[in-house]
């Protein structure tokens, strides 16, 4: 029970962390990698040659057109959408992907707090190139 605890108080102390730093813009890759490991991961694989699992291989994603990534079924949506990722596209995806893209079929309810999908867009451009 005490290393429960224990656990838990570094928990609270990190999340206040973050809390304090939420108003800051750029992001931070390393945290990015956690924001990715809890939400995305179970979906997709960011290496050259990755699996398409749920969803795409994400490698490469930036500065390409959505939807156009080797050896994976996408929805009308997403190949019709026809944007290029970069950091405002992607960020614009991630925060609501059903309100900003009607009719992906990505089922995700998107990342609402701005620092952590800013450190998530800043990993993801460091984890697919
Ligand atoms: C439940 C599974 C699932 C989760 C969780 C998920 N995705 Fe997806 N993702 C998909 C699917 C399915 C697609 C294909 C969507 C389509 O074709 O409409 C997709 C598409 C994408 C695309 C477009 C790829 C391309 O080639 O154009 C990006 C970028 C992306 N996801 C990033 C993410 C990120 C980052 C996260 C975490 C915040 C995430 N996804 C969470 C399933 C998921």
């Not at 749920?54 to 994976?72: C, K, V």
Request: charged share 20%; aromatic share 6%.
């Amino acid at each position: 029970m005490k290393r429960l605890n224990t656990g838990l108080a570094v928990l609270v102390a990190a999340l206040a962390m973050s809390t304090a730093t939420a108003q800051a813009q750029s992001g931070d890759a390393t945290k990015g990698e956690r924001v990715f490991a809890t939400q995305c991961k179970a979906c997709h694989t960011l290496e050259r040659g990755g699996a398409s699992v749920a969803g795409p291989n994400l490698y490469g994603i930036m500065a390409r057109r959505s939807g156009t990534g080797q050896g994976y079924g996408y929805s009308e949506a997403m190949r019709r959408f026809a944007i290029e990722w970069n950091d405002q596209t992607m960020a614009n995806y991630l925060r609501d992907p059903k309100g900003d893209m009607p009719g992906t079929k990505m089922v995700f309810a998107g990342v609402k707090r701005p620092d952590q999908l800013a450190d998530l867009v800043a990993y993801l451009k460091e984890a697919t190139r």
